[in-house]
């Protein structure tokens, strides 16, 4: 396969000198553990204490990772990254509510983007994390399978209404609807919820997608099941993939716990877990929709690899690639170029309510020490060939 991760100029194409200069900063900044560490201590505290700071969030680390804070701030971004063929997937990127009335504006919130998206080839998916729309500590009791109080019952009766609401209104629109994956000690309550969403809303196409995290070793299994069951069924399977993003959460809980984690043993471990899950689909592809989340490009490459030897088209609508807004723009743009689907998650919301969201990143440009370092040495060759 063609090394086409490699052109810079494709990849910053939409980055002026000093949005490079600033992105180039900010990987240098976020590269070193020990400031993220105080940088996030520091930023949680001014922003707990009322300290305006939020000018200098957004001219750093916000600017660079979201696309604003609300829909209409998002949208020059969003044409102009459709103009190089990369769609967009709006994602209100507040975290951590659960009163009651902030589960329903977060309902409303993804029932607006619909039809905000309705209709904007630009803007193809729509995306919701589960605890959004419900308490986590609910979902844990669900999940635990221990039983619900009266009043749980009817509270989480009131989740799955969400649910069928916004997957009801995203199948009227005809618009693809990703539901993100979290903790694992929520998840099998949210595979349940989903799983009932896709028997409904997916009997002639997909319209929900699922998350599997494929740092998980149980995700396989998880795949052959919604596999034979959809064929026994008669519905399709959306799945997005992804490695995952609570790693060191997870391990410390089944630790603490003095239980096996479920997560890989090792990188590699998770490695071959995803790419397996990948060709496992495109095996079945009458079956499944893939979305392959993922900034890694070895994953990538082996995909458009797989797509080739099976005769599959670039723009084979059963198929997308997708990363996130401010990183990894060299695998995005120039697999756009070469006609592949493409889509970016772009964040968006107020600035003190996506902190947690930024912070992740941060974190996970910090521990994933060779993702920074590859992001660092692409923006360095890009402004070397500027210079020139
Ligand atoms: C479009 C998109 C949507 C996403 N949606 C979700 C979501 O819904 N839920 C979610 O949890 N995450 C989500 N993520 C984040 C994703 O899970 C990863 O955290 C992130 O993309 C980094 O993984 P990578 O595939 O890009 O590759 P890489 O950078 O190659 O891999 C890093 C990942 O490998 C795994 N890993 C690292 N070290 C080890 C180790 N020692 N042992 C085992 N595994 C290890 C971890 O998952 C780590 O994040 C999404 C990412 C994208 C791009």
């Known amino acids: 396969m063609k090394r086409i991760f490699e052109d810079t100029s494709i990849a910053f194409k939409l980055k002026s000198d000093s949005e490079l200069e600033r992105a180039y900063f900010l990987f240098k900044l976020i590269s070193n553990q020990p400031l993220v560490k105080i940088g996030t201590a520091v930023t949680n505290f001014a922003i707990n204490a009322h300290l305006p700071v939020e000018g200098l969030i957004r001219a750093t680390v916000f600017d660079h990772f979201c696309g604003g804070v609300n829909e209409a701030d998002c949208m020059p971004i969003i044409d102009k990254m459709y103009e190089e063929g990369v769609a967009a ?3 209100y990127s507040v975290e951590g509510k659960h009163v009651e009335n902030q589960l329903d504006s977060a309902l409303q919130k993804v029932l607006g983007v619909l039809d905000f998206v309705k209709e904007k080839q630009a803007i193809p998916f729509a995306v919701f994390k589960p605890s959004a729309f419900g308490r986590f500590e609910l979902f844990e009791k669900v999940n635990s399978k221990k039983g619900l109080s009266v009043s749980e019952a009817e509270e989480w009766q009131r989740v799955v209404n969400r649910y069928d609401k916004v997957c009801k209104k995203a199948y ?11 903790e694992s000690w929520i998840q099998d309550a949210a595979d349940d919820l989903a799983y009932d969403m896709m028997c409904k809303y997916n009997k002639r196409k997909v319209v929900v997608f699922n998350t599997a995290q494929l740092y998980r070793w149980d995700r396989m299994s998880y795949l052959e099941e919604v596999c034979s069951k959809a064929r026994n069924e008669g519905f399709k399977v959306g799945i997005k993939v992804v490695r995952g993003a609570y790693m060191e959460k997870e391990n410390g809980r089944a630790e603490d716990a003095g239980q096996k984690s479920p997560i890989c ?3 590699g471990a998770t490695d071959n877990n995803f790419d397996a899950a990948v060709t496992f689909m495109l095996d079945n592809l009458d079956v499944f929709s893939i979305f392959s989340g993922t900034h890694n490009e070895s994953s990538s490459y082996q995909l458009m690899e797989q797509m080739k030897q099976k005769g599959i088209t670039n723009d084979n609508d059963h198929i997308w690639f997708g990363q996130l807004y401010g990183m990894s723009d060299h695998i995005s ?4 170029k070469a006609g592949y689907n493409v889509a970016k998650y772009l964040p968006y919301g107020p600035v003190r309510d996506v902190m947690p969201y930024l912070i992740r990143r941060a974190e996970e440009n910090t521990s994933v020490a060779g993702q920074t370092s590859r992001e660092l040495e692409l923006l360095k060759k890009e402004k070397a060939r500027r210079k020139l």
């Open 333 to 336: 743009y120039n697999l756009a």
């Open 89 to 91: 997937i709006l994602d």
């Open 265 to 267: 043993a090792t990188k």
């Open 172 to 182: 009227d629109l005809d618009v693809a609807l990703l539901i993100d994956a979290e």
